[in-house]
């Protein structure tokens, strides 16, 4: 054990009687002792003492007056005590002469010799250094019998178990949970408090003695009891005895200290009750909700220096005194944000690729098909989601990527992957054998909460609903008491502080609206043609994307197409030529040239998960309203949810719909964006509307600023915004509807189109979604004369979006610049702030 002495050069006798007391120990190997007259001439003198006091186990401070006035010694006094809290360091303090030690740091730490006696009232001196000696091997032995601790074997097995993934990885026959865990984000104080504060896990590992006691909330499937694994793992290295306690059957009935002593049994191998120092115990008790006498649980915690409980809710503690909880700082567990998303994704597909393929364009496209797969059956393309986005369900959707056989052959594979989730929750709860019985209860009672517009049900309500209108219809061979306690138990339904019941996740519901809607087309007709109609609600687009991973009946196709051309159908698609934008490309002078960038592609998408995380961050669930009044906001919002959904559902089905059902789905859904583009486009192209719109922002630069004249920045603004709304809308299309597997249909539609609109959207869909710069085509449609200058930027913008993105090499770049003509930006200016 390497001890660290920490000393005044002025008390340097001192030392050397220390050492001679303390040789046994060293000529034993039992310690390895380390002072600053160990550095070699020419070390960096500071760095070497900070490095060597982070690898110490046992750190001395040797007090003395002359200690207590060095500013090193006290910078080292500050990092040991420190490490004491952060990595349980033992720190000894021994008093070498009478000082004001009490009065400092150290006060609180048990001092050598006995009492704080100083070693140099001692007489003889070396009665002191025996004291010393012995207070030291105690401290020596009490650490080496922690660290000699081992965990069980198969209590080992159990903290890396990745449990229903173990084997899940088609290339790696068994992943433990080190492959693949990826820490989250902590909400600091819950979500009940004025200053949350967001911590990384890992952080709260680092200053765990800091923040404890902990408690840590989480919702069903958000990874808690992986965060306990992970927690007693780190503890151990620490040379704590963490111990962890589970007991959902049970409600951690009778005392709490028996539950601790036999889970400490069966955890450690040989320990006993002469080991089971409280200052060295840390309890962690999963679901501590469940337990009936939380009460009386938390106070006889008290004994014990640090502990951990992990809860579903802070109101579920339900503790009358408040003191026992004031000390615990809480911590929930949220969802990962894209940027956790696409690490974990990493992780993941590293376990089959090459480490030197990291950063290559192979390794990008695997990531990006699995992002866009993630995130779409997650629900983040419409809005905030349908299904929380916890490792769990990422790890599930990034297994069911290429799934084996569905359990229905009408379903898409997306489909499946939800189905497969609820069937998972309900044979959890051992409900094998009704499993029909609870799917069509399900699909039952989905439908009349849609019908009925609730978004909850009370016990009493439900029961009624069973009674009178379920049992009247369908044999129900299952007591309703227990139907409601499985539903519950095995997190289909949720239940609130009032009793009221709902569904836990929004694409359960959606998933059994659907499956009723699919199962009863013929008389819910004019309800599926109100939730097309209506796309702009979220809820609706969500029960459309449902439908059809639930069926490809050309009914439905039909309604959607049709919905769609009813989208700002006094328009034609915008083609982008010459002759459309002859306005737009006088203004060209304005417009922001492309210009390729200087940093990596691993840093764009960096700084670009980091966007993504802001933006999803601050999104806006809500529904919009049923009454809108205005045409054009009604059609934006119809438009953008329609392109959606059309999207998820040529996507999803790219395999099983007819080619004729492939191509007019996408041409269709094309069009949608393309007449609004129109709609913009020839409201600004009328002077009056320009001229307003210019001297409108030219009057809020002067107002902000406090300059005049600004008529000239007014038209850069103005310019590029239109050519910004342009760009996007384009963009949109690329990432709604582009596939790699869509690819042909893409092709066709665009080549058929053969406008310059139709060519940027397929030159999109192949750079994104293929991961392929073709430069001799892109160089002709630069040179084609029915290109406008503004189409021209566009794809020249495109081009440089996918170099941001993705790995280009050199050679390639000097042709981009030569046959495409775009410049690289200079070396000190950075793209991002270009």
């Given at each position: ?41 020419g ?26 006035a ?42 050598l ?15 002191a250094?025996?004291d010393?000696?012995?207070?030291l ?91 306990c ?66 009460e ?19 109101f ?47 390794a ?46 009408e ?59 379920y ?76 439908i ?89 919002r ?71 004249n ?17 760009h ?53 449609l ?44 200079p ?8």
């Amino acid at each position: 054990m390497k001890l660290f002495m920490s000393y005044s050069h002025l008390d340097e006798s001192y030392i050397e009687k220390f050492k001679s007391h303390t040789a046994p120990l060293e000529r034993e190997g039992v310690i390895s002792e380390w002072c600053d007259r160990k550095i070699i001439p020419g070390e960096n003198l500071s760095e070497e003492i900070k490095n060597n006091l982070q690898t110490s186990d046992i750190i001395c401070l040797f007090i003395s007056s002359h200690f207590l006035a060095s500013d090193e010694c006290d910078s080292e006094t500050k990092i040991a005590l420190e490490l004491q809290q952060k990595k349980n360091i033992a720190v000894i303090p021994i008093i070498l002469s009478s000082c004001g030690w009490k009065d400092s740091s150290v006060s609180h730490l048990l001092v050598l010799p006995r009492d704080g006696k100083p070693v140099n009232e001692f007489a003889p001196r070396d009665k002191a250094w025996k004291d010393v000696y012995e207070g030291l091997k105690k401290v020596i032995e009490n650490e080496k019998k922690i660290r000699s601790l081992s965990v069980k074997e198969h209590f080992q097995n159990w903290l890396q178990s990745a449990e229903l993934l173990t084997q899940a990885h088609f290339a790696k026959d068994k992943i433990r949970l080190d492959d693949i865990f990826t820490p989250p984000k902590l909400l600091k104080n819950g979500e009940n408090s004025d200053d949350d504060e967001s911590i990384n896990f890992n952080e709260l590992l680092e200053d765990f003695s800091l923040y404890s006691p902990v408690s840590i909330i989480g919702e069903e499937q958000s990874g808690k009891t992986t965060l306990c694994k992970k927690i007693f793992i780190e503890l151990k290295k620490r040379h704590f005895i963490p111990v962890y306690i589970q007991d959902k059957e049970g409600s951690l009935a009778g005392k709490i200290e028996n539950r601790i002593y036999k889970a400490l049994q069966e955890q450690y191998d040989s320990i006993g009750p002469s080991d089971l120092d409280k200052k060295k115990i840390i309890p962690i008790i999963d679901d501590f909700h469940l337990a009936k006498n939380k009460e009386k649980h938390i106070a006889d915690l008290s004994d014990y220096t640090h502990k951990i409980i992990i809860i579903d809710d802070i109101f579920s503690l339900n503790v009358k005194d408040r003191d026992l909880t004031m000390d615990f700082t809480f911590f929930k567990i949220t969802e990962f944000s894209p940027s956790l998303r696409n690490e974990l994704i990493e992780k993941w597909l590293s376990l089959e690729e090459n480490s030197a393929n990291r950063g290559t364009n192979n390794a990008y496209s695997n990531i990006d098909k699995m992002t866009e797969w993630v995130d779409t059956s997650l629900g983040k393309v419409i809005s905030g989601g349908i299904m929380p986005s916890y490792p769990f369900f990422v790890l599930s959707l990034i297994v069911a990527y290429e799934p084996s056989q569905p359990l229905q052959k009408e379903i898409t594979s997306q489909g499946y992957c939800y189905e497969a989730l609820i069937y998972f929750y309900l044979m959890k709860q051992k409900v094998t054998e009704d499993m029909d019985t609870y799917i069509n209860f399900l699909t039952e009672i989905a439908f009349y909460f849609f019908n009925e517009n609730k978004e909850e049900l009370s016990e009493d309500d439900l029961f009624l609903f069973i009674d009178s209108v379920y049992s009247k219809q369908f044999n129900l061979v299952i007591r309703k008491e227990a139907l409601l306690k499985n539903l519950h138990q095995s997190a289909i339904f949720s239940c609130d502080n009032l009793g009221n019941y709902s569904f836990s996740y929004k694409y359960i519901y959606y998933f059994f609206v659907a499956k009723y809607l699919v199962e009863n087309m013929k008389k819910c007709e004019d309800k599926i043609d109100s939730i097309i109609e209506k796309l702009y609600k979220n809820d609706n687009a969500y029960i459309a994307i449902f439908i059809s991973h639930h069926s490809k009946d050309s009914l439905i196709i039909k309604k959607l197409t049709e919905n769609a051309d009813s989208i700002f159908s006094d328009n034609e698609p915008a083609s982008l030529d010459k002759e459309e934008l002859e306005f737009f490309d006088k203004n060209i002078r304005y417009i922001i040239k492309a210009a390729l960038p200087n940093l990596s592609s691993e840093e764009a998408r960096k700084k670009n998960l980091e966007s993504q995380d802001t933006i999803e961050d601050n999104k806006n669930d809500s529904s919009y309203s049923n009454e809108v009044s205005e045409r054009f906001s009604n059609d934006l919002r119809r438009s953008i949810r329609t392109l959606e959904v059309m999207g998820c559902i040529i996507k999803n089905r790219h395999g099983s719909l007819e080619r004729v059902h492939l191509k007019d789905i996408f041409q269709k859904a094309m069009d949608i964006n393309l007449r609004f583009l129109k709609f913009i486009l020839y409201e600004v192209k009328d002077e009056r509307c320009q001229a307003m719109l210019i001297h409108f922002i030219s009057r809020r630069l002067e107002r902000v600023t406090g300059k005049e004249n600004l008529k000239q920045e007014a038209n850069v603004i103005f310019w590029n915004l239109i050519f910004s709304i342009t760009h996007v809308s384009l963009a949109r299309i690329v990432h709604s509807l582009g596939s790699d597997k869509l690819m042909p249909i893409v092709a066709e539609v665009c080549k058929e189109r053969g406008t310059p609109a139709s060519h940027i959207i397929k030159q999109g869909v192949l750079m994104w979604y293929k991961k392929r710069l073709n430069i001799a085509d892109i160089s002709q449609l630069l040179d084609n004369n029915t290109f406008s200058d503004v189409a021209k930027r566009i794809l020249k913008f495109q081009v440089v979006s996918h170099c941001i993105m993705h790995e280009v090499h050199y050679k390639e770049q000097q042709k981009i610049e030569r046959k495409l003509g775009i410049r690289r930006l200079p070396q000190k200016l950075h793209y991002s702030k270009r």
